[in-house]
């Protein structure tokens, strides 16, 4: 760009930057755009992830088998997996097993809790062993790991918002206690 500016320069014709620089700063803005959009679609995806699970869980304690139950979930899974769980659908329609199913929606989101759920939906298929329980066991560690951390971000919330308090109302109580007890006794000093 500097040489661009520099020929333009010598060429004794006006170079306009503003385009360059605008264009610029307007692909930074929508690449950051982009970015916070990815983040909180993940963030929903990672939130809504547990109850998906519980809600696979219980459908295999009532009894359903795994392709059933995943057809289930589907249709009242959280808003944010629902699209997801309706790829997972499709895929049972066409003939994939449920295990198979589900960890292609782990590698499509890249979400660790939909792999352990593929993970006990093979062992179910592989070795006989009843799903339901690690599914369960699974989404009651998510959840209590979600409630850590929101413990967690409070704790940081009250050293963040100790700052503000100081900023402000450190000045505040200067100027309106302590400068007009000084200012009492300069006086006093000075009669």
Same mark, same amino acid.
């Given at each position: 760009?500097l040489?661009?500016?520099?020929?333009?320069?010598?060429?004794g014709?006006?170079f306009n930057?503003?385009?360059p620089?605008?264009g610029t700063?307007t692909?930074?803005v929508?690449?950051?755009a982009?970015?916070r959009?990815k983040?909180r679609?993940?963030?929903?995806l990672?939130?809504?992830a547990?109850?998906?699970i519980d809600?696979?869980?219980?459908?295999?304690?009532?009894?359903?088998?795994?392709?059933l139950?995943?057809?289930r979930?589907?249709?009242r899974?959280?808003?944010? =997996?629902?699209a997801? !769980?309706?790829?997972?659908?499709v895929? /049972?329609?066409?003939?994939?097993?449920? #295990?198979? %199913?589900?960890? +292609?929606?782990a590698?499509?989101?890249?979400?660790?809790?939909?792999r352990a759920?593929a993970a006990a939906?093979?062992?179910?298929e592989?070795?006989g062993?009843?799903p339901?329980?690690?599914?369960?066991a699974?989404?009651?560690a998510l959840?209590?790991?979600?409630?850590?951390?929101a413990?967690?971000?409070?704790g940081?919330?009250a050293v963040?918002?100790?700052?503000? =308090?100081v900023i402000? !109302?450190?000045?505040?109580f200067?100027? /309106?206690?302590?400068l007009p007890a000084? #200012?009492? %006794?300069l006086? +006093?000093?000075?009669?």
């Open positions: 760009m040489l661009i500016a520099v020929l333009g320069f010598r060429t014709r006006p930057l503003a385009f620089v605008g700063a692909l930074l929508v690449q950051l982009r970015r959009t983040r679609q993940r963030q929903a990672t939130e809504a547990p109850a998906a809600l696979l869980s219980a459908c295999l304690l009532a009894g359903l088998n795994p392709h139950g995943i057809l979930v589907a249709e899974c959280p808003d944010a =997996l629902r997801e !769980f309706g790829r997972v659908a895929d /049972l329609d066409l003939g994939r097993s449920p #295990a198979a %199913a589900m960890r +292609a929606a590698e499509r989101t890249g979400l660790d809790e939909l759920a939906l093979e062992a179910a592989r070795w062993m009843a339901a329980e690690a599914l369960a699974r989404a009651k959840r209590s790991r979600a409630r850590l951390a413990e967690a971000d409070a940081r919330a963040r918002l100790a700052f503000p =308090l402000c !109302f450190l000045p505040a200067v100027l /309106l206690t302590v000084m #200012a009492g %006794a006086h +006093a000093l000075v009669s």
